[in-house]
């Protein structure tokens, strides 16, 4: 769930990575169009448009080059990786708490959450200073987490004690609890914040959770070890990953029951390596992707069809996986092999690996 | 007419409704040993409920999740002496409604359990016997095993030793039945796997206690001499299941050289040390309601437990027969935090499962090894294979 924070719609173009105009140039000259790389990125330089009273604007053509913040959870390292998604690189590590999983950033973007498990606490770094400077009060072990749409309160699987903590961000306390199954983990907010679902990995259901009444109003089995809930921005689909059944639950929020299932296979894989944990789907939800753990692949899921498109060869064990704003990337973490896949969107292919701590786990990325 | 059929209809209703309101009800039984075994070092030596303390916590999970479901798991514990018929025990359970049995008794008694429960359609899971003839020769359609074979451990520890290319093995066996048994499994993994067993010698047991005031003298002399004059090898492989001398060899091999089998490299089921796979947050939920650490029979007898759950909550019966077949079938798996789902042999009814192999402090290896594969399912690497069984299930 690390990228449940509302994303922006997708922004004009920083002029910073254009050409710089440089002063004293011929005035009616237009330097070709033509692509140059840097770490790796394609940029299109400017096309200078002159006026007749001779002054030159850039006017910008291509660019994909916004640079937001990606924090990565290493769990074995203890640490979040911060990555500069224009760059492409990481350029900064904060030291947390024991065992950091489950990360999302607040909707007001002051704050990363990480739930540090063996801490028994969810730990809050300033984004402007990079630096832990609070705690929320969850309950043992925390994995995974979801803030409602107004960005004040936050609901939280505890997976050692059968409850789902929902706590006041603002007041950094705790107002109640709802016990659901055995093994709590993946939790999903309907875009209206009206339902909350855990998913139990024990138990093997998605518990449809009130959030005005904070009672269970429904119980939907799934396949085994189910690990994470995603629903469509339209609130029309709920996905659920199975972890050991392999599949891919699509269940109707309204009636409360699965309609669909997705299969994967991939050819020389054996099945018992394709386990699916993290989603995401992108705003239009016409695709889905699905991280497939130790098979080290990412499954492109048709939002339509639910047909698999493609799967997509990226790091070792990989898990979350979360987008920019603007949707033109994909990052995935990697557990394995300590490293974090750059996925193209458009062009549904993997562009980088940039290295990352020990045991990367989760992922979730700034709005600016 | 229309009077009675509106007045039936409304009787059919409120007895629907009233079905509903009635949880589904599931008896489970847990027959165990009445006596415990004997071991070399304290730290081994089994807590009074061992085995029965992992069927309750998969009763406490199945009952979570029962909650939902209107679902009512129970267990009743009973205990068997040694070389005692146990038919009258699993009558007397039967007749309380129990119709899951776990057992952890020796093959012949788990045999005449199975025998008694045949009339009464009741089923059994085996999770303490590790014999691989009651999958072969002496297999049964309703018994299904949760402990693995000895095959099964002996191939899981030997696709380790030649992953190490530690492949001259020297055998120590001791002189009881089950160790023959043991390093009869060992043989064949050794020459399945492509390791060389250089020797093989017999570790009488003469007798005696294992804990003794100034024991510990005489066996630093005694293993250096009961190990001189071997082939060069490797690593020396124990088969002791009756705890007489492995867990002396480590340290005390007259050549520097690892252990495993029966002590040092130990591959099982279960070990305390396993937190790979989610497994963390079992241990924990073990920890915290029985005050110790959970051993590889609590967690054969957890999975036997979790099964019926997991069979009950996806079919919503509590027929034990209606389990049974869905159990055996392609959609059943049990997730068991062990990284991949178990399911079960449906030649034998053994539940596929990774071997651990454990040292005692923390988990070396899993097995199946990478690069031992296998058409169906790698996790058939382990133990006899459908071609070679012998069980015809009945």
Redesign the interface.
């Known amino acids: 769930m690390e990228s449940r924070v509302r994303r922006a719609k997708a922004r004009s173009v920083a002029p910073t990575k254009a050409s710089p105009f440089e002063a004293g140039r011929a005035h009616f000259a237009l330097p070709t169009l033509r692509p140059f790389y840097m770490n790796g990125i394609r940029y299109c330089e400017a096309i200078w448009r002159c006026t007749v009273v001779g002054i030159c604007v850039p006017f910008l053509l291509a660019g994909d080059a916004q640079a937001y913040k990606a924090y990565v959870s290493n769990e074995k390292s203890n640490t979040i990786s911060i990555i500069d998604t224009a760059e492409r690189k990481v350029v900064g590590t904060i030291k947390v708490g024991q065992r950091p999983r489950g990360i999302a950033i607040t909707r007001d973007q002051k704050y990363v959450l990480v739930a540090v498990g063996d801490d028994d606490t969810i730990q809050m770094i300033d984004t402007a200073t990079n630096k832990v400077v609070d705690t929320l009060p969850s309950g043992p072990d925390p994995e995974l987490f979801t803030d409602d749409p107004s960005g004040r309160l936050l609901y939280v699987a505890n997976e050692n004690d059968n409850t789902v903590t929902i706590i006041d961000i603002e007041r950094r306390t705790r107002l109640g609890d709802v016990e659901v199954g055995v093994e709590p983990e993946g939790m999903g907010l309907s875009p209206d914040g009206k339902i909350l679902v855990n998913t139990s990995e024990t138990t093997n259901m998605a518990h449809f959770i009130d959030t005005a009444t904070r009672k269970i109003v429904a119980n939907v089995l799934v396949d085994s070890r189910p690990r994470f809930a995603q629903f469509k921005d339209d609130g029309s689909e709920l996905w659920v990953s199975s972890e050991i059944g392999g599949t891919v639950s699509i269940i109707d929020p309204v009636k409360h029951a699965v309609k669909g299932k997705i299969n994967f296979a991939i050819p020389g894989m054996r099945q018992e390596a394709i386990q699916p944990v993290g989603i995401a789907i992108t705003h239009d939800g016409k695709t889905g992707f699905v991280a497939l753990g130790p098979a080290n692949r990412i499954a492109v899921i048709d939002g339509a069809t639910h047909q698999v498109q493609k799967y997509l060869l990226v790091g070792q064990r990989v898990w979350h996986m979360a987008f920019t704003p603007d949707e033109k990337y994909l990052l995935t973490t990697n557990g394995v092999s300590n490293d974090v896949s750059v996925i193209d969107v458009a062009a549904l292919k993997v562009i980088d690996t940039i290295q990352v701590g020990e045991l990367p786990w989760g992922v979730a990325i700034s709005q600016h | 007419m229309i009077r009675a059929v509106i007045f039936g209809g409304l009787i059919l209703l409120l007895t629907a409704m009233l079905a509903r309101a009635e949880p589904l009800t599931i008896k489970i039984g847990y027959v165990g040993r009445a006596e415990k075994k004997a071991t070399i070092s304290l730290l081994d030596y089994p807590p009074d409920n061992d085995g029965v303390a992992g069927a309750r916590l998969a009763l406490e ?1 199945n009952n ?2 029962g909650k ?2 209107n679902q009512r798991f129970s267990l009743e514990e009973a205990r068997v002496k040694a070389g005692t018929d146990p038919t009258d025990v699993i009558l007397r359970l039967a007749d309380h409604g129990i119709s899951f049995f776990i057992v952890d008794l020796p093959a012949d008694m788990l045999l005449k359990a199975a025998d008694a429960g045949r009339a009464r359609g009741l089923v059994f899971f085996n999770a303490g016997a590790i014999d691989d003839r009651l999958r072969e020769e002496d297999c049964r359609a309703d018994v299904i095993h949760t402990a693995p074979t000895r095959s099964m451990l002996a191939d899981g520890l030997a696709q380790y030793l030649v992953f190490k290319r530690w492949l001259r093995w020297l055998l120590v066996v001791g002189s009881h039945d089950a160790d023959k048994l043991y390093a009869e499994a060992l043989r064949r993994a050794a020459s399945r796997f492509g390791a060389k067993i250089v020797e093989q010698r017999v570790f009488e047991d003469t007798g005696g206690a294992r804990r003794t005031d100034s024991g510990l003298a005489q066996i630093q002399r005694q293993i250096p001499l009961f190990l001189q004059g071997a082939p060069a090898h490797d690593v020396v492989v124990a088969a002791d299941e009756n705890e007489v001398f492995a867990a002396y060899l480590p340290y005390r091999t007259r050549d520097p050289r690892p252990v495993a089998g029966s002590a040092g490299l130990v591959p099982k089921s279960w070990d305390a040390a396993h937190d790979q796979w ?1 497994a963390n ?1 079992l241990q ?2 073990f920890t915290q309601m029985f005050s110790r650490r959970m051993t590889a029979l609590d967690m054969q007898a957890w999975s036997a437990a ?1 099964m019926i759950g ?1 069979a009950a ?2 079919i919503n019966s509590a027929d034990p027969q209606a389990l049974l077949a869905y159990m055996k079938g392609p959609d059943f ?3 068991a935090f062990k ?3 178990l399911t079960l042999r449906d030649w034998n009814l053994q539940l596929r499962q990774p071997i651990l192999l454990a040292d005692g402090r923390t988990i070396v290896s899993v097995s199946p090894q990478e690069g031992f594969l296998h058409q169906f ?3 058939d690497t382990l133990g006899i294979d459908r071609p070679e069984t012998k069980c015809r299930l009945k």
């Open positions: 999970d979570t999740t939902f479901l989610g947050q924990n939920r979790r997991e909550a996806r798996g049990l997730a990284g991949q789902k399912s790698e996790l």
